[in-house]
């Protein structure tokens, strides 16, 4: 069982915060290490020899090359040997239960028992951080870490280690070694916490019963419960996963550093390009400079350009969950991303914006069903009662649950917009801004509490990836 949210919020992170900036600087990132494995390690204290397996493995691994700067075949054996040891970890701990399955089906290999490892919780996360540390320094981007208390403090750093942003390190290394943390950041990072909680715990969380208690009547729901159903799911995960980045940079922010942003509201894009612009900006990005540009781009004719988006997005899908829907899911955006840049994304331009918001949110949603379900019988069954109007437009009981959630389902849809960023900008200057954005932050804290106390659903939907 790892760290409640109550048990984080009210006792370690209040103590980590205080002890932090006691103790004198040259010892806060040996004692942020520390802290970063007593949070990792709380439920589960076997995880923290895979995590120290990876920080100094490829801790060694960029001094070694670096050491081997003027020798490409040394420098070239040791990143395959590193990258060797973080996919593996990463392959045997994610994919075994996945392949065995797959053996398993096989006649020959039936015989084979089945397989669940249970999966390290961050892992794809810490593991993508230091592929592309090793990588920054085999390409001479940046210098490897010569403090192996400062690389662990990066890789374990408990604000982002369980659900991203993935953090470069060339981005942070800098204020790794002299970071100067200061009252405005500081306040920064509480207010942007306490936005990502408040997404988390008052939508994310109410948006996922909705979600559950339509996806159970599915079939007797009607085809407006159906779609309004993966509406609900497409606003439980953005609200779940950007208020986590969000939480994660404000913490970020009162210890010192800043992540990158990691969501720029997704659901306002007006093609799939576009969405894949502002979804999970750190994961995208980091396929695009790691594989897709090594792979060779766009630069090599339109057959390996497809070739190349083809193995990024399998690697996508495959990237968030050991299952065939996740492959799905990554094979499909690969389709339509395809399809808008060598097909009609030329002509989806010239309709108006309101219908090609209309084309990128169905499409969108189309995505979450395939996401949200592994069993493929009720993947074709949900999607079916979707696009059918054998059982009616609506029964009863859905229209019920549905208008009591009415209000939260606009307050979710205003919120994913940048209306209230937008109208926020505009009053920031005015004298009573700060005393409404200081009672404001406050309220949605006591709101959190309270709701954390009385409620037990409270999952955060990216840990399993």
């Given at each position: 069982?790892?760290?409640?949210?109550?048990?984080?919020?009210?006792?370690?992170?209040?103590?980590?915060?205080?002890?932090?900036?006691?103790?004198?600087?040259?010892?806060?990132?040996?004692?942020?290490?520390?802290?970063?494995?007593?949070?990792?390690?709380?439920?589960?204290?076997?995880?923290?020899?895979?995590?120290?397996?990876?920080?100094?493995?490829?801790?060694?691994?960029?001094?070694?090359?670096?050491?081997?700067?003027?020798?490409?075949?040394?420098?070239?054996?040791?990143?395959?040997?590193?990258?060797?040891?973080?996919?593996?970890?990463?392959?045997?701990?994610?994919?075994?239960?996945?392949?065995?399955?797959?053996?398993?089906?096989?006649?020959?290999?039936?015989?084979?028992?089945?397989?669940?490892?249970?999966?390290?919780?961050?892992?794809?996360?810490?593991?993508?951080?230091?592929?592309?540390?090793?990588?920054?320094?085999?390409?001479?981007?940046?210098?490897?870490?010569?403090?192996?208390?400062?690389?662990?403090?990066?890789?374990?750093?408990?604000?982002?280690?369980?659900?991203?942003?993935?953090?470069?390190?060339?981005?942070?290394?800098?204020?790794?070694?002299?970071?100067?943390?200061?009252?405005?950041?500081?306040?920064?990072?509480?207010?942007?916490?306490?936005?990502?909680?408040?997404?988390?715990?008052?939508?994310?969380?109410?948006?996922?019963?909705?979600?559950?208690?339509?996806?159970?009547?599915?079939?007797?729901?009607?085809?407006?419960?159906?779609?309004?159903?993966?509406?609900?799911?497409?606003?439980?995960?953005?609200?779940?996963?950007?208020?986590?980045?969000?939480?994660?940079?404000?913490?970020?922010?009162?210890?010192?550093?800043?992540?990158?942003?990691?969501?720029?509201?997704?659901y306002i894009s007006r093609s799939i390009t576009e969405f894949w612009r502002r979804?999970?900006?750190?994961?995208?990005?980091?396929?695009?400079?790691?594989?897709?540009?090594?792979?060779?781009?766009?630069?090599?004719?339109?057959?390996?350009?497809?070739?190349?988006?083809?193995?990024?997005?399998?690697?996508?899908?495959?990237?968030?969950?050991?299952?065939?829907?996740?492959?799905?899911?990554?094979?499909?955006?690969?389709?339509?991303?395809?399809?808008?840049?060598?097909?009609?994304?030329?002509?989806?331009?010239?309709?108006?914006?309101?219908?090609?918001?209309?084309?990128?949110?169905?499409?969108?949603?189309?995505?979450?069903?395939?996401?949200?379900?592994?069993?493929?019988?009720?993947?074709?069954?949900?999607?079916?009662?979707?696009?059918?109007?054998?059982?009616?437009?609506?029964?009863?009981?859905?229209?019920?649950?549905?208008?009591?959630?009415?209000?939260?389902?606009?307050?979710?849809?205003?919120?994913s917009l940048p209306l209230l960023k937008n109208v926020y900008y505009r009053c920031?200057?005015?004298?009573?801004?700060?005393?409404?954005?200081?009672?404001?932050?406050?309220?949605?804290?006591?709101?959190?509490?309270?709701?954390?106390?009385?409620?037990?659903?409270?999952?955060?939907?990216?840990?399993?990836?």
């Open positions: 069982m790892y760290f409640s949210s109550l048990l984080f919020l009210f006792v370690f992170l209040p103590i980590v915060l205080a002890v932090y900036y006691i103790i004198p600087r040259k010892l806060r990132n040996g004692f942020l290490l520390a802290a970063n494995l007593v949070f990792y390690g709380w439920g589960e204290p076997v995880f923290i020899l895979i995590m120290l397996v990876s920080i100094v493995s490829n801790y060694i691994f960029g001094l070694l090359i670096e050491k081997c700067r003027g020798n490409i075949k040394c420098k070239r054996v040791l990143l395959i040997l590193s990258l060797v040891i973080s996919l593996g970890l990463l392959g045997v701990f994610k994919y075994t239960g996945f392949v065995s399955d797959i053996l398993r089906s096989v006649p020959p290999f039936a015989f084979m028992p089945k397989i669940r490892l249970p999966l390290p919780i961050g892992i794809s996360f810490y593991t993508f951080q230091t592929i592309s540390y090793v990588i920054d320094v085999y390409r001479g981007d940046t210098k490897a870490q010569r403090s192996l208390v400062s690389f662990g403090t990066y890789v374990s750093f408990f604000p982002q280690l369980i659900a991203g942003p993935i953090v470069r390190y060339a981005d942070i290394a800098k204020m790794l070694d002299s970071r100067r943390e200061t009252i405005s950041q500081f306040a920064k990072g509480i207010k942007l916490f306490t936005i990502g909680l408040g997404k988390k715990v008052l939508i994310a969380n109410q948006m996922g019963v909705l979600w559950n208690t339509l996806r159970a009547m599915t079939d007797a729901g009607g085809v407006l419960s159906a779609w309004i159903g993966i509406i609900s799911f497409a606003f439980q995960i953005y609200f779940d996963f950007s208020g986590y980045s969000d939480m994660a940079r404000g913490l970020g922010n009162m210890f010192g550093f800043e992540f990158m942003k990691n969501f720029n509201y997704p979804w999970h900006i750190s994961l995208s990005t980091w396929f695009r400079d790691y594989l897709y540009i090594p792979l060779g781009g766009n630069r090599k004719g339109i057959s390996r350009t497809i070739f190349n988006l083809l193995v990024v997005w399998f690697l996508t899908g495959l990237w968030h969950g050991a299952n065939f829907n996740f492959i799905l899911w990554g094979l499909y955006y690969f389709v339509i991303l395809i399809l808008e840049k060598y097909v009609f994304g030329k002509y989806i331009e010239r309709l108006p914006g309101a219908l090609r918001h209309i084309y990128a949110l169905v499409l969108i949603l189309i995505g979450w069903v395939i996401f949200s379900f592994e069993d493929m019988g009720l993947l074709i069954g949900y999607l079916s009662n979707m696009f059918s109007l054998g059982g009616g437009i609506i029964s009863m009981d859905a229209a019920a649950v549905i208008i009591s959630y009415l209000p939260l389902i606009i307050v979710s849809a205003i919120a920031y200057d005015k004298k009573y801004a700060r005393i409404l954005e200081m009672v404001s932050v406050m309220l949605i804290l006591l709101l959190c509490t309270a709701s954390l106390v009385n409620q037990g659903y409270n999952p955060f939907l990216y840990f399993r990836f």
